[in-house]
């Protein structure tokens, strides 16, 4: 007897679509076939009318984080619930390094965190901020425990995040020399605090000024430097959270010429433009990079399609109506962020699939496949194949939704998707062959989530594999 079956559906992968039942034992696939005869199951889904796709892969996740003079309302409990209700049954957090710890004192302490808590299998990159050799010597040990990506701010001065060139190119090429792979938070920092002074002496405090402080040549400098840099020491480049179209153009143009770089956008940036911050609550909207035009959708979904970004993530910080409403006398002071993971999955079909920019296979490869290649975990996860983890989710791809605080897990005063018709929206999610989300009820475990150690693949590293 097998422990589950998914049957009638429609399974997807990066590059095919097939009607097809999956057979599901011991938290791993194990035949992927239209079956013509009954095979008992202690579980039997029904998924006709339904899309199969593997559990989403989010490489771009900050639960409990400290920011500014607040912190986000989840933990790896909490905001892991709402990543599953979500359809995502892995994700990818931050270590940002503390000042005084080394990178593994910091990463000891975040395993801390998720320990027994978890409830989706999870991963962390390291955040570098310490500009000093036992940092940047220390990069061989983090990537030996099983920490092979890097995210280094290129903003944040005042939080004590940034970091300067050098310790960038040391980094990159610390990395490269041991298999690692450095991401960026690319905004010019002397340009951000050159205009938020400048607009604060006029006068100017309202949160569209976050938006016309951080124009898209902030964030295309920053772009522009990051890869120069990289490809002065030879080594490979992801950038968190893009959302301008010269930035698409311009790792357009790079990866044409074979360089390793990777693209992430969010799925604010896809469906969410600047006039959100002109709203009567346009302080909650306040996130870094700022929501950008039209232009800037258009092009990243372009971007998305012809394969210039790799993957799209939530960028999930779940800061409250009350976290942001404490500090709202400047948009300076505001914490950046919101929520994100409940929603990226049927945002993205809504926008993508449902809306024709995307195909069913464009989505799975930059929801899961590409985020789990990119980051050492695949064919682990990222892949309904055999073998590999029974995370899967079923997607009911005609039901619609409106995206509300309300029917929200995370209760945090507002929505950043409040209204948002989506068609297309998970009803079942299932985590290693066990069912953990039911027609949008979690039914999971506490600690059932594993903390997966990872090695990136060399080909990531020497040329655009996805």
């Known amino acids: 007897m097998l422990d589950l079956i998914i049957k009638n559906g429609t399974v997807v992968s990066a590059d095919s679509v097939v009607n097809a039942d999956v057979l599901v034992d011991k938290g791993k696939v194990v035949a992927i076939a239209k079956l013509e005869n009954e095979i008992p199951a202690k579980t039997v889904i029904d998924a006709t009318n339904k899309v199969v796709i593997p559990g989403v892969v989010d490489p771009h996740v900050h639960y409990h984080?400290?920011?500014?003079?607040?912190?986000?309302?989840?933990?790896?409990?909490?905001?892991?619930?709402?990543?599953?209700?979500?359809?995502?049954?892995?994700?990818?957090?931050?270590?940002?390094?503390?000042?005084?710890?080394?990178?593994?004192?910091?990463?000891?302490?975040?395993?801390?965190?998720?320990?027994n808590k978890a409830v989706v299998d999870y991963a962390l990159h390291a955040c570098l901020t310490d500009p000093s050799d036992k940092t940047i010597k220390q990069i061989k040990d983090v990537i030996e425990f099983g920490i092979p990506s890097f995210k280094l701010f290129m903003v944040y001065q005042k939080q004590g995040w940034m970091v300067d060139d050098a310790l960038l190119l040391s980094a990159l090429k610390e990395a490269k020399a041991h298999g690692g792979l450095i991401g960026v938070h690319s905004e010019n920092e002397a340009i951000t605090?050159?205009?938020?002074?400048?607009?604060?002496?006029?006068?100017?405090?309202?949160?569209?000024?976050?938006?016309?402080?951080?124009?898209?040549l902030?964030?295309?400098?920053?772009?522009?430097?990051?890869?120069?840099?990289?490809?002065?020491?030879?080594?490979?480049?992801?950038?968190?959270?893009?959302?301008?179209?010269?930035?698409?153009?311009?790792?357009?143009?790079?990866?044409?010429?074979?360089?390793?770089?990777?693209?992430?956008?969010c799925s604010r940036y896809l469906g969410l433009t600047s006039d959100k911050l002109k709203g009567p609550n346009g302080i909650n909207f306040i996130c870094s990079p700022p929501l950008r035009e039209q232009a800037d959708i258009?092009?990243?979904?372009?971007g998305i399609n012809d394969g210039s970004i790799s993957t799209i993530a939530s960028d999930h910080c779940a800061l409250s109506a009350e976290n942001k409403s404490t500090w709202s006398e400047s948009f300076a002071t505001v914490p950046n962020g919101f929520e994100?993971?409940?929603?990226?999955?049927?945002?993205?079909?809504?926008?993508?699939?449902?809306?024709?920019?995307?195909?069913?296979?464009?989505?799975?490869?930059?929801?899961?496949?590409?985020?789990?290649?990119?980051?050492?975990?695949?064919?682990?996860?990222?892949?309904?194949?055999?073998g590999s983890d029974a995370d899967i989710v079923v997607v009911d791809p005609g039901l619609e939704k409106v995206l509300s605080e309300k029917s929200s897990y995370l209760k945090l005063g507002w929505c950043p998707f409040e209204g948002f018709k989506v068609k297309g929206y998970p009803t079942t999610t299932i985590s290693k062959g066990?069912?953990?989300?039911?027609?949008?009820?979690?039914?999971?475990?506490?600690?059932?989530?594993?903390?997966?150690?990872?090695?990136?693949?060399?080909?990531?590293?020497?040329?655009?594999?996805?």
């Open 65 to 115: 984080l400290k920011f500014k003079q607040t912190a986000t309302v989840d933990d790896f409990y909490s905001g892991g619930i709402s990543a599953a209700i979500g359809g995502i049954t892995t994700i990818i957090d931050f270590a940002i390094q503390e000042a005084g710890d080394t990178p593994m004192q910091t990463i000891e302490k975040r395993l801390a965190e998720a320990e």
């Open 193 to 216: 605090e050159y205009n938020t002074a400048k607009a604060l002496a006029e006068g100017n405090t309202s949160a569209i000024y976050h938006s016309i402080t951080k124009p898209n």
């Open 218 to 265: 902030v964030e295309l400098e920053a772009i522009g430097r990051a890869i120069l840099l990289a490809k002065s020491s030879g080594a490979a480049l992801y950038d968190f959270h893009m959302s301008i179209k010269e930035g698409v153009e311009a790792v357009r143009a790079n990866r044409k010429e074979g360089y390793p770089i990777y693209a992430e956008t």
């Open 298 to 302: 258009d092009a990243l979904w372009q």
């Open 340 to 386: 994100g993971v409940e929603y990226l999955l049927p945002v993205v079909f809504s926008e993508g699939v449902s809306k024709g920019r995307i195909d069913l296979s464009k989505l799975v490869a930059v929801l899961c496949t590409n985020p789990a290649k990119i980051f050492g975990l695949y064919p682990k996860k990222g892949v309904i194949a055999v």
């Open 434 to 466: 066990n069912v953990i989300v039911d027609k949008g009820k979690f039914v999971g475990k506490t600690g059932s989530g594993e903390f997966l150690k990872r090695s990136i693949s060399e080909k990531v590293l020497q040329s655009p594999i996805c």
